[in-house]
Every structure is written in structure tokens, then in C-alpha cells.
């Protein structure tokens, strides 16, 4: 009687057929595993922008939108040129200055009011060179460097002061008027402050010409209510050139 055991011709082919069948399985399994990887790296890449919204450890960059027009730069003359004119520096009573050697006011620092006191006597007798170097030291109008491309001021005689500013262009495109007239008249009240001159010419120069011109005195700005008036009736009123 035949011995047919595991190890007979029939299972051995048997068996290599069923090997062969496992191998085939395992070796197709691993090409689709290689072709996957493959398909991965080389493929089936996926496009820049899926990478930034899947990758998790290179976060997907904030989705920017376009730079929103810059705004129009807000024109200096324009952030209080409708009511420059109303405030204006404490006028110096340099015959309170001559006679004290502290400040006497509560406004004027000490350093300031020394100065004012050395300089009394000679700014009281009309001395120009002391009225240029109160100019100089005590600056009135140097609150309004924002409002122009450059001020200047001078002293012409003991009487009378005089101030150029070069207007701002963006100044001069909308409110011409106002803003010569408001400038006008706060020079002058800041200059008036100052020095006891009786009055203020006022100029004013745009692409080297002048565009405006009026003389402020002393006396017609006395009794105004700066909150109420019109600067460029005023300016008008003086006899102003525009």
C-alpha cells in the first residue's frame, strides 16, 4: 500500500505551486507598496498650494490679500488750520520782566524769565540786536513748523516785525484763503507776544512767488475775540494781497 505523506511528489508540486501563488501575492503586494511610494514622491505630487493647507508640519502661510490702497497723507496746515488763529502765546510784559527777577506770571519757566530779565532794559530801548536774539532764544513760532516749509522773522526797526513762510503745496490745493489768512494772523499774534513792536508784516512765498502779504498793528488786534472772527475778512479788512 502506498505511503502518501506530506512529503510525496503530488504535495511537493502542490506545494511549490502554493509558494509560487504566496510569492507572486507578496511580490504584487510589495509593487504596489513601491509603486504607491512612488506614485507619491514623483507622481502623484500634489500642487504647492495642497501641500501648504495639508502638510502638518509646514504650516499653510496666511493667505495674504493685496495691499489696500495707502491713504492720502492728511495735509499738516489741515490738522487745526480752522482754528490756528484762536490761541496764540502769552504776550511778555517785559516791564514786569525788568523789574523782577522771577517769573511773576506762573507761566514762564525760571530759565526762560532770567533770560527775559537780562534782556529787558535793551529790548524796552528798541536795541535790534536784542530783539533778534529773543527771537532766536524764546522761538515763538516754532509751533507752527509743521504748517510750512520754513518760517522766518526779523526785526526791521523797533517798531515792526516782519515774518516770511513758504506755503506747504498740499496747503495751498484746497482753502487757499484760510490757510494764508490763518497763518497770517497767528504769526502775528505770536510775534506781537513777544516783542512790544506796534505791528506785523506778514509774507507769504509759493514756487518763489509771493501769495500773500498783510500787515497786522498792534492796535486793531486788541479788543477781537479770536473764537469769533473771520481771518480772511480780517486779512481782507488790513488791505492783504492775495
Known amino acids: 500500500m502506498a505511503n502518501t505523506n506530506d512529503n510525496g511528489p503530488e504535495n511537493d508540486v502542490e506545494?511549490?505551486?502554493?509558494?509560487?501563488?504566496?510569492?507572486?501575492?507578496?511580490?504584487?503586494?510589495?509593487?504596489?507598496?513601491?509603486?504607491?511610494?512612488?506614485?507619491d514622491l514623483w507622481g502623484g505630487m500634489p500642487s504647492a498650494a495642497y501641500q501648504k493647507e495639508e502638510t502638518p508640519d509646514k504650516p499653510a502661510a496666511a493667505k495674504q490679500d493685496p495691499p489696500a490702497p495707502k491713504k492720502k497723507?492728511?495735509?499738516?496746515?489741515?490738522?487745526?488750520?480752522?482754528?490756528?488763529?484762536?490761541t496764540?502765546?502769552?504776550t511778555v510784559d517785559w516791564t514786569d520782566a525788568l523789574a523782577h527777577d522771577l517769573p511773576t506770571d506762573g507761566l514762564t519757566g525760571k530759565r526762560l524769565w532770567a533770560f527775559y530779565h537780562k534782556m529787558a532794559d535793551?529790548?524796552?530801548?528798541?536795541d535790534l540786536d536784542?530783539?533778534?536774539?529773543?527771537?532766536?532764544?524764546?522761538?515763538?513760532?516754532?509751533e507752527l513748523t509743521g504748517f510750512a516749509k520754513g518760517i522766518n522773522m526779523r526785526a526791521p526797526s523797533a517798531e515792526r516785525l516782519e515774518s516770511t513762510?513758504?506755503?506747504k503745496d498740499e496747503a495751498m490745493s484746497e482753502n487757499r484763503k484760510l490757510y494764508l489768512s490763518a497763518m497770517g494772523l497767528r504769526i502775528a499774534r505770536d510775534l506781537l507776544a513777544c516783542l512790544p513792536v506796534k505791528e506785523v508784516k506778514v509774507t507769504a512765498e509759493h514756487d518763489g512767488k509771493e501769495v500773500f502779504s498783510a500787515t497786522y498793528p498792534r492796535q486793531k488786534l486788541?479788543?477781537?475775540?479770536?473764537?469769533?472772527?473771520?481771518?480772511?475778512?480780517?486779512?481782507?479788512?488790513?488791505?492783504?494781497?492775495?
Open 73 to 86: 497723507k492728511e495735509i499738516p496746515a489741515e490738522i487745526g488750520i480752522r482754528s490756528l488763529w484762536k
Open 88 to 90: 496764540a502765546d502769552e
Open 165 to 167: 513762510f513758504v506755503c
Open 222 to 242: 486788541l479788543h477781537l475775540n479770536f473764537n469769533f472772527i473771520d481771518p480772511v475778512k480780517l486779512a481782507e479788512d488790513l488791505g492783504a494781497k492775495f
Open 15 to 39: 506545494s511549490g505551486l502554493q509558494g509560487a501563488q504566496n510569492l507572486n501575492r507578496n511580490q504584487m503586494d510589495l509593487l504596489k507598496k513601491l509603486a504607491a511610494i512612488g506614485s
Open 122 to 126: 535793551r529790548v524796552l530801548s528798541g
Open 130 to 142: 536784542a530783539y533778534t536774539e529773543v527771537l532766536k532764544t524764546s522761538n515763538p513760532l516754532g
